[in-house]
DNA sequence: CTGTTAGCGCCTTCAT
DNA sequence: ATGAAGGCGCTAACAG
């Protein structure tokens, strides 16, 4: 291992000059920088990382928390965060949560031992203790009420237009399939549902068939965990009684619901119309492609990104924390009924 | 910050005490040992790793570099090595290549600048230059020669088996279509490809119509980058001359190839029939399921995170770098005419 | 068994 | 503009 007081040594400096020549803090003459600087060249000299964060007290590391490295929803995001971070010089340490509280709080702990300058997670306990000087942002999904920043979808928008749609293409029987309530984000997907329903009037009614209400004009909302088996088992579980739409509010549920229609011998959207959330690509080349929320998971990966790296170097934003919630996109194709193009564009 | 001689002077001890009562390196009274974690717990002590990797000359992070942090194909294997370190008491390092050699070379810097332990990466050039003394495993694609041990999925044997069934189910003209043939993934794939066509008899013929052969006997290797948009190119090139079927050599291509039958108006697998490699979930939902050969990905990821850390703890392995060929699954749906059972099991 | 001490490699005053 | 020196928090070696 090359160390900075060899570069000195062969320069014929001090290794005060030559730390300052290879930071470029402090004045140092030209001939004294290039002489430090051929040095470093010929001995290949790259500086420690943990010297220098021992003694900055700054890693340049930051941690991202994420539930689940293989989704590609939370993936999506991380790509455009990794990039980020690699052009300001700063590198990514990835933890795991699994949603679970106790791998969360094994994880924020880790990341903490670590000393990482900065967090960005999407948030699983909304209780998670942090160290109240550390650069923070939630992604995704947000604590409420709000203890640090957070940079999400406006799945409330995006969902309730989307709903919308739904209902504007002639749809007045529908069910929502969304996931647990603890998570911001299925509060706010119902709540963007719930909204576009009640504007068209549409009452919502129990899961029980007894409540059902003037034939044909209906919504029913059925909970369950994130997960594709809880797709499966919604749509199955309705299919003597089945609705002409189902949204169904993340792409693993849609998986879910995918699969029950072809065990059902479901034709989209002859018998049924769906929408979902999210685009991975594979929702285009279905056949007809998947109508959907497309939350700007670039987006928030860049803004969170951008908001740590502030935060890391400017200090904590004046103010209480801010809620940012990007716009996404709706997509339309041909999976509902009297609301696609023909041939399902891309 | 709490520090290590913070707890020393609670507990009434030495810095040397504390340390080796929290580290449990060397002899220590009951009751020191007591006193000492009674203090640290109260003063919620946690080591500086940075401190402690300058020191240890050591620093509890593995690296990971992959082409691309979206595709599942890696992440799959990802999620299994960041638990096996995890439990190792090892942290992952996350770099992106984008299998650019530039961006490769730039991450491996970073990494060796971090002081990582050890590296486990898919290659992209295959010359890349590591410290000899680094513990390193190469997944997914191996440099050839071998230069450091790697855990690769027998996709000469899997590929090869994949094809046979397809030829066994009695198509005989047929088409596969492959990534850049600097990777030893491409050649692993069409060398089992190729070895089942011979095995059968099968001649390879040149794209062009005037070499077809014997009616109905020919195999076509086409030959491109690993993207969707490659797989639905290479489909439509040949869409005049089409083959009984088509072996897509990876999930991406293979996304082309079906949107391209699906702009083209092709049935599977009454029109084509059509087989892939890899499996994310999406492949048993879509109708027909579609065949493929599903490499073993958690089983690499967790055998490149053991070699890994047996390396970085007990030292390089004696004897020449290992190349571990780890078998995956054929799983037979409905995608191959004359294939799949009825309704396209899971 | 325990306290003291010497660095790990680097950056940053402080004199010069 | 520069060299010398101190110290970031920790562990390992040494002397008791």
Redesign the interface.
Known sequence: MVKLSDVARLAGVGVGTASRAISGNGAVSPESRRRVLAAAEELGY??????R??RERR?R?VGLLLP???N?FY??S??VI??DL?DAGY??????TGNDPRAERHAV??M????VDGLIHVPVDPHVELPADLPAVQLNRHSDPLRVSAVVSDDVAGVGELTSAVIGAGHTDLVAVIGAPEFSTSRDRLAGYRRAVAAAGIPEAGAAPAERPAAGRRSRVLTGPFT?QWGYDALTGIAGDRPQALIALSSRLM?GV??AC??LGLRIPEDISVAGLGD???F????PGITTFAPALADMGHHAATEVLRAIEEGPAAGAPRLERLPGRVRVRGSVQGLGAA??PV
């Open positions: 790259r500086p420690n990382a943990a010297a964060a021992l890693t590391a689940d490295i293989v590609e993936t999506a991380a790509a990794q990039s690699d590198q990514l340490v990835v933890g795991v702990r880790t903490l031992d670590r000393q594709s998986m995918l699969r072809g065990d991975p690509e594979w285009s080349v279905w056949r041939p399902a």
